[in-house]
């Protein structure tokens, strides 16, 4: 177990989870447009999916440094 007093925390991890359940949103239409059958909402879903957890993996990198 890790001591409380040892963990880092930085600034913008509420951000980042922020990003990360935006994208969880995004995935969620993603599987709804998929199972009517949209392949363009699919498509711009997915993007937006993957867009959110780029920036939160970078704002991540960011907050470790």
Avoid: P, W, Y
Wanted: a positive charge; aromatic letters at 2%.
């Amino acid at each position: 177990m890790i001591d409380a007093k040892s963990q880092r925390n930085f600034a913008g991890a509420a951000e980042l989870v922020e990003h990360a359940e935006t994208a969880t949103r995004c995935l969620k239409e993603l599987c709804a447009a998929c199972a009517n059958g949209d392949k363009v909402a699919a498509r711009k879903a997915l993007r937006r999916a993957i867009s959110e957890l780029e920036v939160a993996r970078a704002m991540l990198r960011t907050g470790l440094e």
